[in-house]
């Protein structure tokens, strides 16, 4: 069983792995710095991040500026992953003057799949893994609408032919009214994406996808699942068995 700072570690790190898997699938780059990394993938989809970032004390304030200096030229990306687990506040301290802000901030939580169970609705919806193109495409739309954010297809399109991503659809009356993408990396199930097309909410359909999702996981010998949960979404996983365990904070700079 793994300990606290363990499973935050593991959160953190699906999500950075995502991240370098799309810059890695896109001809983009990926940059590792003595004191932090980076992945940019070609497409500006929200998966260009700094992350890793491990600063002495002493070297803080140095380092974010030449950090800052390097979002400037468009070097780095300008959003940052921090993880409240494993990284010191003062860390925080020092984005804040210097002109980053935290603009949003998930909850850290996972669950031990050796002990989760399937339970099922077969009268909630249909749940089925995306095959084409054409039914990717209206996924793609439900997740826009859930979170009121455009994506580039060309980077999902991509994701769709690889190995370690699925993606799932929950079908009412032949129409995708809910999502997930499920990424696996080291027996380690990543759940992504899970979205719900607004006239649809609060009628099971979030559920039964991940419980779905997670008993692939399961059955593909993953130990572990994790993901980064919103405060709407968080009572949702915590009655599936997920347990919170770190914040995830997500930060920007913002120019003068």
């Known amino acids: 069983m793994c300990k606290i700072n363990d499973f935050a570690l593991i ?28 992945a940019k993938n070609s497409y500006l ?23 800052r200096k390097n979002i400037e030229l468009e070097i780095a990306p300008k959003h940052l992953l921090i993880n409240s687990y494993t990284q010191a506040i003062i860390l925080e301290d ?12 998930q909850s850290g939580m996972a669950i031990d799949l050796a002990s989760f169970k399937f339970e099922n609705n077969d009268n909630i919806g249909e749940i089925r ?30 994701f769709l032919s690889e190995n370690d991503i699925r993606f799932y659809g929950c079908y009412y009356k032949d129409k995708i009214v809910a999502t997930l993408m499920l990424y696996i990396k080291d027996a380690i199930a990543g759940i992504h994406l899970v979205g719900t097309a607004n006239e649809f909410r609060g009628k099971g359909f979030g559920t039964l996808i991940t419980m779905t ?22 009572s949702v996983y915590k009655s599936i068995g997920f ?13 003068l």
């Open 213 to 234: 999702a997670l008993r692939d996981a399961k059955d593909l010998g993953c130990k572990y699942s994790v993901l980064q949960a919103s405060d709407m979404g968080k």
């Open 45 to 67: 989809e929200g998966y260009n991040k700094v992350f890793d970032m491990n600063i002495p004390l002493a070297d803080i304030k140095e380092v974010i500026m030449l950090l």
């Open 11 to 38: 959160i953190e790190k699906n999500l950075i792995n995502l991240c370098i898997k799309a810059a890695n699938i896109s001809c983009g780059e990926v940059v590792k710095q003595d004191y932090y990394s980076w």
């Open 243 to 255: 347990k919170e365990y770190c914040k995830i904070r997500h930060w920007e700079y913002n120019r």
């Open 129 to 158: 893994t995306i095959k084409s193109a054409s039914e990717l495409e209206k996924w793609i739309l439900i997740t826009e609408e859930a979170f009121k954010k455009k994506r580039n297809s060309h980077m999902y399109k991509m």
């Open 94 to 105: 020092y984005l804040k003057s210097l002109n980053f802000n935290m603009f949003y901030q």
